[in-house]
Structure formats: structure tokens, C-alpha cells
Nanobody, 121 residues
């Protein structure tokens, strides 16, 4: 099992910035992709950005040039894995609950509990 904990959400004015953090613990040795997804009220959960262990990124068109996902960082002593999402030039339409996701070899997928991001116009 993998436990993912997100933090860093909050209320920000349009044009502002936030940095989301995701910390993973548990069976993390075979995590090969981590990413961020978001779900706005009344909408389906959508991809924001992903990062592979090899450094390959994938961004939603709506966030390209504004959001940056970090490389996956591993602390083998503490058995932790972390990934960050730097969000700049935030817009009201970025308001959503942001979820961290980790994919492991064998098709296992794990989700965090989510963190609320609210951007005021």
C-alpha cells in the first residue's frame, strides 16, 4: 500500500501562485509515475500534470506554461517519495480539489485525499 498526503492548497487571488506538495510512504520502491489531477464541482476529475521516474512530463493544455511538476524525489532512509506542483498565474478556472496520484509497476494506482485550491477572481 501507498499513503499519499497532499498539502499546500488554499485561497489565492487570480494571478497568484501556490505550491502543492505530495508525500508518499509505504510500498514506494516500485512507483514509476506520480501526478496531479483536479476535480472542480460538477466536473470530472482531470489530469493536470504527471512525471515519470525517468523524467518524462505530461501537462494538460490548460496549464502549460503556468504549472510545473517537479521530479520525483526519493528519501530511502525515511522511505518517502515526494513530488511538487508549482502553480503560477492562477486563474479562477483553476479552482478545484487537487489530488496526488502514484502509479506502481503491475498496474497499482493510489490516490491522496486531495487539497482544495480556490482562486478568487
Amino acid at each position: 500500500q501507498v499513503q499519499l498526503v497532499e498539502s499546500g492548497g488554499g485561497l489565492v487571488q487570480a494571478g497568484g501562485s501556490l505550491r502543492l506538495s505530495c508525500a508518499g510512504s509505504g510500498t514506494i520502491f516500485d512507483i514509476n509515475v506520480m501526478g496531479w489531477y483536479r476535480q472542480a464541482p460538477g466536473k470530472q476529475r482531470e489530469l493536470v500534470a504527471t512525471m515519470s521516474d525517468g523524467g518524462t512530463t505530461n501537462y494538460a493544455d490548460s496549464v502549460k506554461g503556468r504549472f510545473t511538476i517537479s521530479r520525483i524525489s526519493r528519501d530511502n532512509v525515511k522511505n518517502l517519495v515526494t513530488v511538487f506542483l508549482q502553480m503560477n498565474s492562477l486563474k479562477a478556472e483553476d479552482t478545484a480539489v487537487y489530488y496526488c496520484k502514484a502509479d506502481r509497476f503491475g498496474g497499482f494506482t493510489h490516490w491522496g485525499q486531495g487539497t482544495q485550491v480556490t482562486v478568487s477572481p
